[in-house]
Each structure stands twice: as C-alpha cells, then as structure tokens.
C-alpha cells in the first residue's frame, strides 16, 4: 500500500499542525493513500541511556522513509527560527534517505516570505538525503484559519484546496514516473 510520510518539526503534536495533518490526512484518505506520521518531538535524545531508544526510533523512521511513496515536512515557520526540531530528526537519517521521492513542504505560521528563509534552513539536510528540489510548498499563515466558539480550529477551503492542489502535482509527478517504468519494462520484453 503506498503512503505519504509526514515528519513534523512542531514542539507539541495538538497544535494547529496536528490539526493540518488531520485535513492532509482526509485529502489522501479521498485519494486511497494512507497518511503516516513521524513527530520529531518524539525523538528521544539528551540521555546517554536513551541511545538504545533512539537508535530504534531512527531505525523505524528510516525503514518508513525508505518505504513512504512521498514524504511531506511540516513545521512552523518564523523569521527568526531555525526549524530545529524537524533539522535534529533529518541529520540523524541516513545520506539519500529521500532519493527519488517527491517532498512537499508544509510551513504553518509566520509570513509567506518565511518559506524561503525555512528551505534555506533545510537545503543543506534536504541535499545530504537526496533531495534536489521540493516538488510543493505550502504556506498556512493565522489568516487561513477557520475557529469559531470553542471549536477546534478548522482551515479555510482555500487552504484546503491549495493542500489538495500542491498533492495533485506530487500524484501526478508519481504516475508520470510509474508509467515511465513500466514502458521501459515492456520495452526490455
């Protein structure tokens, strides 16, 4: 079964990224593609005790990498951060981890003009993994936020259709892709 891997840089997973993932989720979930998650503040790091646990939390993030059909990172965005979270998960993965998989950038907060400054932050990790271009980004500032009452927040439907669109392009990049290596296959018979 194909899947996209999302591996979050957010400091809490029930911030307005955890509810990000649930909406990307229902958009795959429409597509027959399962959503997996990987939260970088899950990362048990700092204790020379933990070494075992993080070995083996590395281990099964690098055995989903390896297997995801896409991966999609998501972390919040300021002018003045550096994704540290996400950046201390990716540096532990092994070089070209992401080779041949599309990835998409999910950025939350902050201004349109913190992607860039974000990407700069990740070119050089993103590189190391095999990863020459990000094939869509996406920027959810507080503006594209729906919250009434005490309700959860919820995203505006331009938000969930520039999500589903950014998804579109990396479906359409995977098929193009499936269906170069199945003429080779049948040109090789």
């Avoid at 990000?20 to 005790?49: F, K, M, N, W, Y």
């Avoid at 932050?121 to 500032?141: D, N, P, Q, S, Y």
């Avoid at 938000?159 to 193009?176: D, Q």
Wanted: charged share 20%; with cysteine.
């Amino acid at each position: 079964m194909s899947y996209f891997l999302s591996i979050t840089g957010s400091q809490t997973k029930f911030s307005k990224s955890g509810f990000l993932l649930r909406t990307t989720g229902s958009i795959l979930e429409q597509r027959a593609i399962e959503l997996r998650a990987i939260h970088a503040v899950d990362l048990p790091v700092g204790e020379i005790a933990n070494r075992d646990l993080t070995a083996q939390f590395i281990a099964d993030t690098t055995n989903q990498v390896l297997q995801a059909t896409a991966i999609l990172l998501l972390t919040p965005a300021t002018k003045e951060s550096v994704p540290t979270l996400l950046l201390t998960l990716l540096e532990r993965l092994p070089d070209n981890s992401f080779f041949d998989k599309p990835v998409l950038l999910f950025a939350t907060g902050g201004l349109p003009a913190h992607v860039p400054v974000l990407e700069r932050a990740l070119r050089h990790e993103l590189h190391r993994l095999g990863t020459t271009t990000i094939a869509a980004r996406v920027h959810i500032g507080s503006g594209n936020w729906i919250t009434v009452g005490n309700d959860r927040p919820r995203l505006s439907r331009g938000a969930e259709t520039e999500i589903a669109h950014s998804i579109e392009i990396v479906l359409k990049g995977i098929r193009l892709k499936e269906c170069k290596d199945f003429s080779r296959e049948l040109a090789k018979r």
